[in-house]
């Protein structure tokens, strides 16, 4: 069974340090890969996807993410944390067998960020 | 129009009324989404529609009814609904349920506390 897995469940970096949130995901195929950001009481935000081609991603906010076959991961990183980017991040995985439109989320890393 | 829209942004019920959570989205995805989120938990799907009809059921106790009206609308019918219910639900579409047409777009979710 697919299963996402984030390491870290809370991380503080300071502002303007860079940032690498880790992400481990357990899928036969090739997946489907996302980052979604979450502001206290709000909606997920997409941050940033992955499906084929070049590995390393851009997405908005500043985020990057590199997709590692060999290492089963997708990690995102930012060079340059702002006190904003503050929030949850959740990282998720397509299910890829059959057409269920489902997501596996794994359990989140919250950022805190030191002024 | 790139946005998924909730209504109401707050709802306060007792165990006895009777509810809905409103969902809208223009972006003509044929799959739509109710999550159910506890604090510091990743979602948690419930309902998956697709092409308007109940693809996916999760499980979830029948005093949660969903609805869909036409393409761009999504409800959730509460009745009768229990305090361990509170958390913030959240709806999201996508332009299909497999591989690159999973990207799922969230609105804001709705926050309900039952009393």
């Known amino acids: 069974a697919q299963s996402v897995t984030q390491p870290d469940i809370h991380i503080t970096v300071s502002e303007g340090a860079s940032l690498e949130l880790r992400c481990n995901y357990s899928y036969g195929a090739t997946p489907y890969l996302f980052w979604y950001v979450q502001s206290p009481g709000q909606g997920l935000q997409l941050l940033l996807k992955y499906f084929s081609g070049d590995t390393l991603v851009q997405g908005i906010k500043g985020f990057e993410a590199e997709f590692k076959r060999s290492q089963s991961s997708f990690n995102l990183r930012k060079p340059s944390v702002h006190w904003s980017d503050a929030a949850e991040y959740f990282c998720?995985?397509?299910?890829?067998?059959?057409?269920?439109?489902?997501?596996?989320f794994g359990q989140g890393t919250t950022l805190q960020v030191k002024p | 129009d790139t946005e998924v829209t909730q209504t109401p942004k707050h709802l306060v019920m007792g165990m006895t009324n009777k509810k809905s959570l409103k969902c809208e989205q223009h972006?003509?995805?044929?799959?739509m989404y109710w999550y159910k989120q506890k604090a510091k938990k990743p979602p948690e799907l419930m309902f998956v529609y697709s092409y308007e009809k109940l693809s996916i059921n999760e499980s979830v106790p029948s005093r949660f009814s969903p609805e869909c009206p036409n393409s761009s609308l999504l409800n959730l019918h509460l009745h009768a609904l229990q305090p361990e219910d509170s958390a913030l639900y959240l709806c999201a579409s996508s332009p299909g349920m497999s591989g690159r047409s999973n990207e799922q777009f969230f609105g804001p979710g709705t926050r309900l506390t039952v009393l």
């Open positions: 972006m003509g995805h044929r799959a």
């Open positions: 998720a995985v397509g299910e890829g067998s059959g057409n269920t439109g489902k997501l596996i």
